[in-house]
């Protein structure tokens, strides 16, 4: 795909006046354009005499040659006095930040060559022009892209609907990424159009950790809304499978749990309570009783705990070294886990192990919803998901050590992303350090897990963790700290501050880091009938399944 000549290219919308490579560049607008057609975070692209410049808009403002003008306006009748100032006397000018610089149709031996970060700038007047579709094809890449590279439709660029901007899915997968926005921005639907790109593209393995119902099974739309969506099960019956901790839940929702899950007290750690410190009100000393009954008593620390009578907490905190009111404490917050069905005190050997079926699906490369029903209460989410992370990723360092072993395709394990929502609680500065979640953030790209974080509080979450975060999608966020979060590490934070302070509250997200070349604002792509039809291929009808039939055997 090549773009058009200079001269030939159209919706010419201004020229450069000003700028610098450090803080942007301005245009004059276009007395023909109106300026309420150019809105920040849209795309525009500068022509200059070997590169086109790949830009975003970033700012709008009207200016005026002699201030006298403005002291002096004309009257609102006054439209031929309107007209003759309007383009000399008054203007619009436009900030741009070059994102992207590509050799244009002079440099035709450099064509082919991909986009390269912005080095230098155009010269005075060049030509401003909005992006096209070719423009953003060429940027972005597209789902039927010519050298084979994965790419995920996930919307349209604000102002060019109907024109696909894409994520590239094998970068994707590299590392950790994140959806960011307040409640009611359309969070769970912007993971559920990645997630459904990562598993129609069998691009990576999920296990979804689905503290609402709201990922396997169909859903109420965000919001309170009575339309319901097909959940992924629906969508890839044969690559999904859902796990229940509530099988009465999952039923009453129309389909059974392909497992139900039990969590064994002798399974649990005391690294695995650390997160639930805050929900729980526990201090940092009942963690550390929970350490030396662990030395004490090893696996049955937990039931040695939860069986002891108050009376007997005295006796077993002299027995431990452990502090005794902070004991009691612990089994007090403990104790409401006992009268959960999924959670069971008895000894989990000669039981079926949930981390061993789940490896058995993720080796056949089905993606999992853990499904909590009734048990949406976040200390039991908080914890199930620890416990069920630490394990797996202890497995996933295992298997990726055969692998680097024997280096047989066959032992490598399967790229593998752990969804979570409310992931500050898992990560937040204090904790980050002491769980899975913060390790797999970290230093778990090696062993072939990564992260898909989801939350409305990202300025909660540990910076290191914020850092190694690789694409971020972020809806609507109205806290000046959550925005500075979301910009961690970002070139042109200046910039894409004003972008996300303008993102409307539904069906907009900007998308920025490893999967996408550059930033880029989106109208997101609708959760609807013609999403379903493209995840799923289009289905034969029953009078072409006969003439197939006919044409094989007759």
């Known amino acids: 795909m090549t773009s058009p000549l200079p001269n030939d290219r159209p919706?010419?919308?201004?020229?450069?006046?000003?700028?610098?490579?450090?803080?942007?560049?301005?245009?004059?607008?276009?007395?023909?354009?109106?300026?309420?057609s150019v809105m920040s975070g849209t795309f525009a692209v500068i022509q200059g005499k070997e590169y086109d410049f790949f830009s975003m808009i970033t700012d709008v403002r009207i200016d005026a040659s002699n201030e006298d003008i403005l002291l002096y306006p004309p009257a609102q009748d006054d439209v031929l006095l309107r007209e003759i100032l309007q383009g000399d006397a008054t203007y619009a000018t436009v900030s741009l930040k070059p994102m992207l610089m590509l050799p244009n149709q002079t440099n035709q031996e450099l064509l082919q060559e991909e986009a390269r970060s912005v080095k230098t700038?155009?010269?005075?007047?060049?030509?401003?022009?909005?992006?096209?579709?070719?423009?953003?094809?060429r940027i972005f890449g597209h789902e039927t892209h010519a050298d084979g590279t994965l790419y995920f439709h996930m919307g349209s660029p604000l102002g060019m609907?109907?024109?696909?901007?894409?994520?590239n899915l094998e970068r994707f997968v590299e590392r950790s990424n994140a959806v960011f926005g307040k409640t009611g921005t359309g969070k769970?639907?912007?993971?559920?159009?990645?997630?459904s790109g990562t598993i129609k593209n069998?691009?990576?393995?999920?296990?979804?950790?689905?503290?609402?119902?709201?990922?396997?099974?169909?859903?109420?739309?965000?919001?309170?809304g009575k339309q319901f969506v097909k959940g992924l099960k629906e969508l890839f019956p044969s690559k999904v499978a859902v796990f229940s901790l509530d099988p009465q839940s999952t039923r009453r929702r129309g389909a059974a749990a392909d497992h139900d899950v039990y969590l064994y007290a002798d399974q649990i750690l005391p690294e695995d309570i650390m997160p639930l410190r805050d929900t729980l009100s526990l201090n940092a000393t009942a963690a550390e009783s929970a350490f030396l009954v662990r030395q004490r008593y090893k696996n049955q620390w937990l039931q040695r705990i939860l069986d002891t009578d108050a009376a007997g907490i005295e006796a077993l905190a002299e027995e431990c070294g452990a502090n005794q009111s902070s004991l009691g404490a612990l089994k007090r917050k403990l104790a409401p886990f006992t009268q959960y069905d999924f959670f069971l005190t008895?000894?989990?050997?000669?039981?079926?192990?949930?981390?061993?079926?789940?490896?058995?699906?993720?080796?056949?490369?089905?993606?999992?919803?853990?499904?909590?029903?009734?048990?949406?209460?976040?200390?039991?989410?908080?914890?199930?998901?620890?416990?069920?992370t630490r394990r797996l990723r202890d497995a996933y360092?295992?298997?990726?050590?055969?692998?680097?072993?024997?280096?047989?395709?066959?032992?490598?394990?399967?790229?593998?992303?752990?969804?979570?929502e409310e992931a500050h609680k898992f990560l937040s500065p204090g904790i980050a350090r002491e769980t899975p979640f913060g390790k797999i953030a970290r230093e778990m790209r090696k062993f072939f897990v990564s992260l898909l974080v989801v939350d409305q509080r990202p300025s909660a979450i540990d910076e290191e963790v914020l850092s190694q975060i690789g694409t971020k999608l972020v809806a609507q966020l109205s806290d000046e700290k959550d925005i500075n979060a979301t910009l961690v590490g970002t070139s042109n934070a200046s910039?894409?501050?004003?972008?996300?302070?303008?993102?409307?509250?539904?069906?907009?997200a900007l998308a920025l880091g490893h999967a996408v070349p550059m930033p880029v604002v989106m109208k997101t792509r609708m959760y609807d009938d013609d999403f379903y039809k493209a995840m799923q291929g289009e289905q034969a009808s029953f009078e072409d399944t006969k003439d197939e039939i006919k044409g094989l055997f007759y």
Do not use: W
């Open 188 to 195: 769970t639907f912007l993971t559920r159009l990645l997630l």
């Open 121 to 137: 700038i155009p010269s005075h007047f060049s030509l401003v022009a909005k992006a096209t579709e070719d423009d953003i094809a």
């Open 11 to 36: 919706n010419k919308i201004g020229v450069i006046t000003q700028g610098s490579l450090s803080k942007g560049l301005e245009m004059k607008l276009d007395a023909s354009v109106s300026i309420e």
């Open 202 to 224: 069998e691009r990576a393995v999920n296990l979804i950790f689905d503290m609402h119902s709201e990922y396997g099974l169909g859903a109420g739309q965000e919001g309170g």
């Open 495 to 508: 910039g894409l501050r004003q972008v996300l302070s303008s993102l409307d509250s539904k069906q907009q």
């Open 346 to 388: 008895e000894p989990s050997k000669g039981k079926q192990d949930i981390i061993k079926t789940l490896l058995e699906y993720i080796d056949q490369g089905k993606s999992i919803v853990l499904e909590f029903g009734r048990y949406d209460a976040l200390k039991v989410y908080l914890l199930v998901a620890n416990v069920l």
């Open 397 to 420: 360092e295992e298997k990726t050590s055969l692998y680097l072993q024997t280096r047989n395709e066959a032992d490598k394990p399967k790229p593998l992303i752990i969804t979570i």
């Open 161 to 167: 609907d109907d024109i696909p901007v894409c994520i």
